[in-house]
């Protein structure tokens, strides 16, 4: 959503919430904002119906606010746990069909970047271990094959949360859930090394144990995609409903988790990694005190 479609026209303003109002003056378009900032201005994320404690709803919450132009970005999601959240923001957002996030992103980038020749527009699809494992695979993979320039991030709560507890292809060996009483018999799929294998510019695992980390990985990968191509992002995001994680023990069991199998790791291919040491230098020497 470009700054100028949100602006109120001059007379209008008295017609308007004072909670709309407050976001296009308030928000976060325009303006780089840190995590140590949540709280102090209007986010584009404020209510939404999940469940509360899921930690699913802070990995949004931080990746929204790290998206490097929130102005110009999309977000491609579909059924699962967190379209409820993102379709509640005040970023655009389209709500794929089960299983076609990336074939709609593919479409939806290569139309931006031909009708905004001179203006980034990022493009992200963020969905569940569902929506992206099992229904989307091939859309996914055939993305990462063709290369296309978007960001997926997997909101991976591994089990199908929002339609009572089945197993997905990214739910651990052995895991006993409501609908999957007998345990799952298959390992969970590597996803990560897919993504590798497909050639994916930069692969990123994280729980979201250290906000700022998750914040400074959505970052780059969103500009990495831009400029080099696909980049995939695994969250784990725990389902406190259908693993039974009392509410105040959810970072508890992420940072568990996140010792034991889930702990922080990133790839990138020789390009994404030339890319992106030449714009931290830029922009370190953009930051330096300038000397005459
Ligand atoms: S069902 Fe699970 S993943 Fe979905 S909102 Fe509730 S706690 Fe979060």
Known sequence: MALETIRVSPGFQKFLPKEYQDLVENGPFTKERKVSELGSFKEILEEHPMCAGCAMTLFIRVTLLALPSVENSVIIGTAGCGRLALSQAAIPFVYGNYGDTNAVASGLKRGLSVRFKDKPKDVIVMAGDGGLADIGFSAVMHSWFRKEKFTTIMLDNEVYGN???????????????????????????????????????????????????VANTVRKAVLIARE?????????????????????????DAREVEKDRYGFMEYMTDDAKAYWEKSEADRRKLKAPQTK
């Open 163 to 213: 339609t009572g507890g089945q197993e997905s292809g990214m739910t651990q060996k052995g895991m006993v859930l409501k609908m999957a009483p007998n345990g799952k018999k298959f390992e969970k799929m590597d996803m990560i090394g897919l993504a590798k294998t497909s050639g994916v510019a930069y692969i990123a695992r994280i729980a979201p144990t250290n906000p700022t980390r």
């Open 228 to 252: 080099v191509g696909p980049t995939y992002i695994q969250a784990y995001t725990s389902c406190n409903i259908e693993y039974a994680i009392p509410t105040p023990k959810v970072m508890d």
